[in-house]
């Protein structure tokens, strides 16, 4: 069920793969900033794609703590610690994300940064949901 209205203000070119704003309410759910390690937090894929897939995953089962699904999410913010791998790895990203999440695009940003705290990692999201109340 979406709890969520796209904005696009009339004219506007509309995005690709994201939105540029996003209308919402009901109960609001909020990750940390997620990266892309193991239930045992270690990392298993050391390419920018795969911690990509299981960071998504890691994401959807925190937000399935609190009844909320890929169709909830209305926020991400991305750090990456490559623009130039983030870039190279869209086809792979693309494919995870429609795969895990379909086809909601909410409001997103991505942010190249000079590193993460965990060493190791190549990107980190920060992901909001809204839920029907």
């Known amino acids: 069920m979406t709890v969520h209205r796209t904005l696009l203000p009339p004219g506007w070119a509309r995005p690709k793969g994201y939105a540029n704003g996003i209308s919402a309410q009901g109960r609001m759910v909020f990750t ?13 894929a050391k390419d920018l794609a795969g911690q990509f897939r299981q960071l998504l995953a890691n994401t959807l089962a925190i937000l399935a ?4 699904g890929p169709e909830h999410i209305v926020r991400m913010t991305w750090y990456v610690t490559s623009r130039d791998d983030y870039v190279a790895s869209l086809p792979q990203i693309g494919e995870a994300y429609r ?3 379909g086809r909601n ?7 190249e ?6 060493p190791e990692a190549l990107l980190e999201i920060e992901t909001i949901a809204v839920v029907p109340a």
């Open 32 to 44: 940390a900033g997620v990266v892309g390690w193991n239930s045992e937090e270690r990392f298993v």
């Open 65 to 68: 703590e609190d009844g909320a």
């Open 105 to 111: 695009f909410p409001a997103m940003a991505v942010v």
């Open 113 to 118: 940064v000079s590193a993460l705290v965990e």
């Open 99 to 101: 795969e895990l999440i």
